[in-house]
Nanobody, 131 residues
Framework: QVQLAETGGGSVQAGGSLRLSCKAS????????MGWFRQGPGPVRQGVAA???????TYGNSVKGRFTISKDKYKNILYLQMNSLKPEDTAMYYC?????????????????????????WGQGTQVTVSS
């Protein structure tokens, strides 16, 4: 079983930057995907950025060119560098992982709907961007 814990959220003015971290513990297996998802005032949790076991990354259209996902394999930490933040980026940001996942693009678009034992979520970290 895998446990995920996010840190790094906070309040920032528009145009500022934040770096989120997701510490992973446990064993998920060699083939898997990890990523960042966010949920604003509405009920929908949307994909932000994802990375698979081959290091291939996929980004949501609204964050391309501004956010960067990366991972530190030695420390077992997933990062999300967020630059040029906008008020519409305000949301609860969640770290997610799925065992057996092969492609980051599929993971990014489909994982929020997964409720299988192979799906793991952190508790989230709040990001608030003011005008």
């Amino acid at each position: 079983q895998v446990q995920l814990a996010e840190t790094g959220g906070g309040s920032v003015q528009a145009g500022g930057s934040l770096r989120l971290s997701c510490k992973a513990s446990g064993s998920i297996g060699r083939r898997h995907c990890m990523g960042w998802f966010r949920q604003g005032p509405g009920p929908v949790r949307q994909g932000v950025a994802a990375i698979d076991s081959d290091g291939i990354t996929t980004y949501g259209n609204s964050v391309k060119g501004r956010f960067t996902i990366s991972k530190d394999k030695y420390k077992n930490i997933l990062y999300l560098q967020m630059n040029s933040l906008k008020p519409e980026d305000t949301a609860m940001y969640y770290c997610g992982a799925e065992a057996g996942c092969e492609y980051s693009d599929y993971f990014l678009s489909n994982f929020p709907d997964v409720r299988a034992p192979s799906a793991y979520w952190g508790q989230g970290t709040q990001v608030t961007v003011s005008s």
